[in-house]
């Protein structure tokens, strides 16, 4: 499982970017190493329009299957949809910390089932 966080920085202490298209980097992580890599996400500023779309097809050739974000506009939520790609929006503090409550609440979760 890879995760993708919108990052207001590239380490796993920086706060979680509120806007997922115009997020100026995203972490992708393994959840269960902590290992991580930082990208700078080059729509953040070029695009007019559409920096959703095209940053939703930027994280799927990277092989994310999770993204955790402020917000998403629904045009990038339908790319995600279709890519079959969770997204999870009104994230909030570190990206460290929201990698590590999604996970917990997955194994949690699965467990129980």
């Given at each position: ?8 920085g590239t ?11 115009r997020?100026?980097?995203?972490i ?7 290992e ?7 729509n ?6 559409g ?5 939703a ?10 993204i955790?974000?402020?917000?998403c506009?629904p ?8 890519q079959g ?5 009104n ?8 990698v590590?409550?999604?996970?917990s ?8 089932a």
């Open positions: 499982m890879k995760i993708a966080v919108s990052s207001e380490t796993l202490y920086d706060l979680v970017a509120y806007s997922f298209g997020c100026p980097y995203f992708i992580v393994d959840p269960v190493s902590m991580y890599e930082e990208i700078t996400n080059p953040s500023v070029s695009l007019g329009g920096a959703g779309v095209q940053t097809s930027l994280l799927a050739e990277k092989g994310v299957s999770v955790l974000t402020g917000n506009g045009v990038a939520l339908d790319v995600f949809g279709q790609i969770i997204i999870v929006k994230i909030k503090g570190s990206v460290k910390q929201a590590q409550d999604y996970y609440d997955e194994t949690k979760n699965s467990s129980e």
